[in-house]
């Protein structure tokens, strides 16, 4: 494989990712896979007052869906619901002081985790949030890959 | 630090270095030249060239001086389709063939070729009875690699020899990774034409050489001073050259023990490692290349995996979508039928002949630890286990 151009905040994340596991008794877990590199990322939490009171991660995937999934879970803890949600891919890949380009994509895995967790958890209060539903796992497979040759006859 | 990655390069034997610098420093001149200055670089690559030639049994002037096993590959390829007979449009390959092959394929399939994918069983070793199928009097050349490079499973080349000589085609073999490990007699085994890499036999890297049978015609790709019988042109890269002489030289020398020292490296490997729960063999459990072992461990990410072990100064490579420039899984395992997530667990150690016992011995402390904490973070643990 090529060695990665992680930065140090990365490759600490990731060697100590923060809140990773699962939450005794969840208030809702969401559950998505990378339609790019086929990973899994999961994220639970507990709310309380409208904030997320705890949170915790597991994930199927590179050094990179670790390291981002870990920030976001220290960005978004204590967070109120509704600002939690707002959070972008590019916020977290910011806190990390960026990511190699072929890895961003694992970063929208642990926002549309935590976009998930927050959907079964408006579900289960009775608040429908179809904005906030997970997509389809097998859509758009492979999406954002480059070709950059293109094959013309041989000579 | 222990490097089990021979697969992406190999060390230079020091004796190699030495006589690299001999011909970098004091031997520099060109072999075409007339003049003294011309003389012994011309013998030393003359040397270099009968001693590629026994360690694989061909004469020497069956070997022809690249820069590498893509270079070697793309020659045997473009340079014989040309003159293979018309209405042979058929090109076979597989999917545990060199990466070049496959590059090649696409390309010819847009050149008006066939291009015929011969299947691999669940070992990732080419189904015969199925390619027999394929292979007929329309196939132009069959490319095989000696053994997976990546699972180590070495192929059925004589039944693919004689299915090649049946039908007429040409056939290629990629003895990259082969060469330095395993007793190889291109006469014998049928062979037209062989790709080598000198970096795969303990020398420097850029250089590699093609075998083409005497009789087998060809084109050459790259044209100009009509170097190399005129199928290589460009000023040898005469140090090089050299250098992969004397790595062959050694190989040949040194072939027995170096293949039961590879062989004690291997079980020891296989002994420690598959105790590990939840830990698979790739590949042929028996019929393999001494120096390649490939393990899978269920539920964990290859990449992930190896940053842990490179943070523990040990390099091996994996299989992973993760860590693949184009994001996709190992095509070989997933020719071999394993699932998507099961080829993402993929660890695959390729030894040289200088690792040590100690080295392996210490890959087999860490592993576990890393095995279990990555377990830990993935959500495909217990939801198996628990379900
Ligand atoms: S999770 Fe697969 S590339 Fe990051």
Redesign the interface.
């Known amino acids: 494989?090529?060695r990665?151009e992680y930065n140090d905040m990365v490759l600490e994340h990731?060697?100590n990712?923060r809140n990773?596991?699962t939450l005794e008794e969840a208030d809702a877990i969401g559950?998505v896979g990378n339609p790019?590199?086929?990973?899994?990322?999961?994220i639970s939490i507990n709310v309380k007052d409208d904030r997320i009171e705890d949170i915790r991660f597991?994930?199927?995937?590179?050094?990179?869906?670790?390291a981002t999934t870990s920030m976001l879970t220290e960005v978004v803890k204590g967070m109120r619901l509704e600002d939690a949600e707002k959070v972008t891919w590019d916020d977290v890949m910011k806190s990390l002081g960026g990511l190699p380009k072929?890895k961003v994509?694992?970063s929208l895995l642990a926002v549309d985790g935590l976009k998930a967790a927050l959907y079964y958890y408006y579900k289960k209060v009775g608040v429908d949030r179809p904005d906030l539903k997970p997509k389809d796992e097998d859509e758009d497979h492979?999406h954002d890959?480059e070709v950059n040759i293109q094959?013309?006859?041989?000579v | 630090m222990v490097y089990f990655d021979a697969s992406s390069a190999m060390p230079t034997r020091p004796e190699v270095i030495d006589e690299i610098v001999q011909y970098m420093r004091d031997d520099f001149g060109n072999p075409a030249s007339i003049h003294g200055w011309g003389s012994a670089p011309k013998r030393g690559m003359e040397r270099a060239r009968e001693e590629i030639g026994k360690l694989i049994n061909a004469m020497p002037e069956e070997i022809i001086f690249t820069s590498g096993a893509t270079e070697s590959i793309n020659l045997a390829l473009?340079g014989s389709l040309p003159h293979t007979e018309k209405g042979r449009m058929k090109v076979a390959t597989s999917a545990v063939d060199h990466r070049s092959v496959r590059a090649?394929a696409?390309?010819?399939a847009?050149?008006?070729y066939e291009v015929i994918d011969l299947e691999v069983d669940i070992y990732g070793v080419i189904d015969v009875e199925k390619a027999d199928r394929v292979i007929g009097d329309d196939t132009a050349l069959i490319s095989i690699p000696y053994a997976s490079p990546e699972v180590g499973s070495i192929q059925p080349y004589k039944e693919l020899a004689e299915l090649a000589r049946r039908s007429g085609s040409l056939l290629h073999m990629d003895l990259t990774m082969a060469a330095f490990q395993e007793p190889i007699d291109v006469a014998r085994m049928g062979i037209d034409l062989a790709t080598l890499s000198s970096n795969d036999l303990l020398g420097p890297k850029g250089v590699g050489a093609l075998y083409v049978r005497r009789g087998v015609k060809m084109t050459p790709v790259l044209r100009g001073g009509g170097h190399e019988r005129g199928l290589r042109s460009g000023s040898e890269n005469v140090a090089g050259i050299v250098g992969m002489g004397a790595a062959a030289r050694i190989c040949r020398e040194r072939m027995g023990g170096v293949r039961k020292h590879l062989l004690g490296l291997r079980d020891r490997l296989s002994r420690g490692l598959l105790q590990i729960e939840g830990s698979h063999l790739n590949g042929h459990p028996t019929h393999r290349l001494p120096n390649n072992f490939n393990i899978r461990f269920d539920?964990?990410?290859g990449?992930?995996m190896?940053?842990l072990l490179d943070?523990n100064g040990i390099g091996v490579?994996?299989g992973?979508?993760?860590?693949?420039?184009?994001?996709?899984?190992s095509h070989t395992l997933l020719s071999m039928g394993l699932p998507?997530?099961k080829a993402?667990g993929s660890m695959q150690i390729t030894l040289n002949p200088l690792n040590t016992e100690e080295e392996v011995d210490h890959l087999i402390d860490v592993m576990p630890g890393i095995v279990s904490d990555l377990r830990?973070?993935?959500?495909?643990?217990n939801k198996e286990e628990g379900a």
Request: glycine share 8%; aromatic share 6%.
């Open positions: 494989m090529d990665l990731f060697k990712p990773a596991g559950q790019v590199c086929g990973d899994m990322m999961e597991r994930t199927f995937g590179c050094a990179s869906a670790i072929i994509h694992c492979h890959v094959d013309s006859p041989l | 473009r090649i696409s390309a010819l847009n050149s008006g539920y964990i990410e990449e992930s190896l940053m943070m490579g994996t992973s979508a993760c860590s693949s420039k184009n994001l996709e899984a998507h997530e993402h830990a973070m993935s959500p495909l643990y």
